[in-house]
C-alpha cells in the first residue's frame, strides 16, 4: 500500500475510469490506516471527485450525462460543511481570494466554488499545471466564452449593442490570454479560471442541473451545441489536475475543511466540532 495519496495519483496522466475507481479504494484504505479527524476533509474530496470523474469518463457519449456527473465531481470537491460558514474561520477564509469582476448585483456568490479555485492555484503555483490546462484547450476555451448563452447576464438584461457584447467577449478572451502568458502568477490563473468555471460554465450547470434546456429537441442541440462539449472536455482536464495537485500535498499540515454530509460511521459524521478548524487563515495569513 502508498504511504502517501501523491504516488497513487502519480502513476496516471490520463487514468481510465477503472484506474479512477481503484484509486478510490486506495484513498479509502490510507484514509482508514492514517485515521485522522482533522484530515477527513481532505480524504473525502479526493475519494468522491475521483468517484464522478470515474463515472464522467464512463459516460462516454452522452455529453449531458458527462457534464453533470462532471460537476458532481467539482462540488465535491469544492463543498464545505453548513456549520462552516458561520465559524470565523471561514469569514477569514472568504477574505482570501480577492473579488472576481462580472458579478451581476443579484447573483448568489458561489462562494464555496471561489474559495475552492483560489486555494488550488495557491497549490499550483510556479508550476503552471492549471495555466498549461487553458492553454492546451485554447479552442475549448473560446468556444466556452464566445457563447453567448453562457453569460449570465444575456438572460437577465438584454445587450444594448452587438459591440457592448464583442466588448464582453474581448475582456474575457483577455483574461485568459493575461493567464496563458504569465509565469506562476496565482491570481490571473484565479481570474481565467473564474471567467471559465464561475461565469461560462455555471451557467450551463444551472441550466441542466434545473431542467432550465430541453434535451435532444432544442434549436441548440439541433446546431450542435459545441459548448456543451468543449465543457464536459475543458472541466474533465481541470478536475483531474485539481485531483493531482491536491494529492501533491499528501501527508502535510494544509488544512481542508469538513465536507457536507461526512460519511456514516467517520469521525466527522457527528455534531460539528471547531476545534477541528486551524486558528489563522485570511489573504496575508500563512496558506494552511
Not at 97 to 122: A, M, Y
Not at 155 to 183: C, P, Y
Not at 268 to 276: G, V, Y
Amino acid at each position: 500500500m502508498p504511504k502517501l495519496l501523491s504516488e497513487v495519483f502519480a502513476r496516471y496522466k490520463n487514468p481510465s475510469f477503472s484506474e479512477l475507481y481503484e484509486a478510490v479504494k486506495e484513498i479509502r484504505r490510507l484514509q482508514q490506516h492514517q485515521g485522522d479527524t482533522k484530515n477527513q476533509g481532505y480524504h473525502d474530496r479526493l475519494q468522491r471527485a475521483s468517484s464522478w470523474l470515474a463515472k464522467a469518463k464512463k459516460a462516454g457519449t452522452d455529453s449531458e450525462a458527462r457534464f453533470i456527473f462532471l460537476w458532481i465531481a467539482l462540488n465535491a470537491l469544492c463543498a464545505v460543511r453548513p456549520d462552516i460558514p458561520d465559524t470565523s474561520w471561514w469569514r477569514s477564509e472568504e477574505e482570501s481570494p480577492p473579488p472576481l469582476s462580472k458579478r451581476r448585483s443579484d447573483d448568489k456568490n458561489p462562494r464555496e466554488l471561489e474559495w475552492f479555485l483560489w486555494r488550488v492555484c495557491g497549490l499550483d503555483g510556479s508550476a503552471g499545471i492549471l495555466r498549461s490546462v487553458i492553454e492546451a484547450h485554447r479552442d475549448n476555451v473560446k468556444t466556452v466564452l464566445r457563447t453567448r448563452y453562457l453569460m449570465s447576464n444575456d438572460w437577465f438584461w438584454k445587450w444594448r449593442t452587438e459591440d457592448e457584447l464583442s466588448k464582453w467577449k474581448i475582456s474575457s478572451q483577455g483574461t485568459i490570454n493575461r493567464a496563458i502568458h504569465s509565469v506562476g502568477d496565482r491570481e490571473l490563473t484565479y481570474r481565467a479560471l473564474g471567467e471559465i468555471l464561475v461565469w461560462r460554465l455555471r451557467t450551463l450547470r444551472n441550466q441542466l442541473f434545473h431542467g432550465c434546456a430541453t434535451d435532444t429537441h432544442s434549436t441548440r442541440r439541433a446546431d450542435g451545441e459545441s459548448e456543451l462539449e468543449a465543457g464536459s472536455s475543458l472541466l474533465e482536464e481541470l478536475i483531474w489536475k485539481f485531483l493531482v495537485l491536491m494529492a501533491s500535498e499528501s501527508g502535510q499540515s494544509r488544512y481542508w475543511p469538513p465536507c457536507p454530509y461526512p460519511r456514516a460511521g467517520s469521525a466527522q459524521h457527528q455534531p460539528f466540532d471547531d476545534s477541528w478548524l486551524p486558528k489563522c487563515g485570511g489573504r496575508n495569513a500563512p496558506f494552511q
